[in-house]
């Protein structure tokens, strides 16, 4: 049994115009269908053109405008709570976004030539994920440390890549841990007017459930600064559902998003 949950409807807001921008930047109307794996809708954010850094002297807006939902998953006995935070934004003006030093057009073209490469991820795919100046939509201030568990997925609403990864700014002297890796989405929406991203806690019990859970028998320790790749291979052996919860079931999440105009 699925239930729709309408989580916005465009028509209460406004579209929001940029100057030298051919159209417009829309916010779509977004529906998940819910199934009984648990997932549930919390507060959800809309946005115009924004800074990433609250406190940024940069005048023009780094991030467009967009809606952010957080996603949670009642946990079932044996599993873990799940909470993450999935934003749509729109790309519709994308060039208003090129600076000097970071073009965002370049930055969506890559993405679109993850997604639209094979399900089958090959080495290609991979090193060009793993470019430390491709910035996700949005963008986030620090740098993924390894891309783990790497696949490229089909939806109802267009493609997305998948993948585990732990982020850093500088050296952290600390294991790969439950507590900070994350299940990241990027993806594109079919009409190439919206960035999907998200970012879900996800855990595997083989790993230390935080930076200080390090003398428990037989966890996988792997430093983050000297051992990421290390991590990345041992998450890459790992069996989709010993993660909890699992791929299927955050893919399953995915399958049921809807954009409507």
């Not at 609250?54 to 991030?63: G, L, M, Q, V």
């Not at 491709?134 to 390894?146: K, M, Q, S, Y």
Request: proline share 5%; glycine share 8%.
């Amino acid at each position: 049994m699925f239930t729709r949950i309408k989580l916005y409807v465009s028509g209460l807001a406004t579209a929001l115009l940029l100057t030298a921008c051919a159209t417009k930047e829309t916010i779509p109307q977004v529906s998940i269908l819910m199934n009984q794996s648990g997932w549930v809708t919390g507060g959800l954010l809309i946005h115009g053109p924004r800074n990433l850094m609250k406190f940024s002297t940069n005048t023009s807006p780094d991030i467009p405008s967009g809606i952010s939902i957080e996603v949670t998953r009642t946990p079932t006995p044996g599993t873990q709570e799940a909470l993450g935070i999935l934003q749509i934004l729109s790309i519709e003006c994308a060039s208003k976004y090129n600076t000097k030093h970071f073009n965002f057009e370049d930055t969506i073209n890559t993405w679109r030539t993850i997604v639209e490469s094979s399900e089958s991820v090959n080495s290609k795919t991979r090193q060009t994920l793993s470019n430390p100046k491709l910035n996700e939509i949005p963008w986030v201030n620090a740098g993924r440390c390894f891309e783990g568990k790497v696949r490229v997925r089909t939806f109802p609403w267009g493609k997305g890549v998948l993948f585990i990864t732990s982020y850093a700014q500088g050296t952290l002297g600390v294991p790969v841990n439950n507590e900070d890796i994350h299940l990241v989405v990027q993806g594109l929406s079919r009409d190439g007017r919206y960035a999907i991203n998200g970012h879900f806690k996800i855990n595997h019990p083989n790993l230390p459930a935080t930076a200080w859970d390090t003398g428990r028998k037989g966890l996988k320790i792997f430093s983050i600064d000297d051992e990421a790749k290390l991590a990345e291979k041992w998450l890459d052996q790992q069996p989709d559902d010993s993660f909890s919860p699992s791929f299927q079931q955050y893919e399953s999440m995915l399958q049921g998003l809807e954009f409507k105009h």
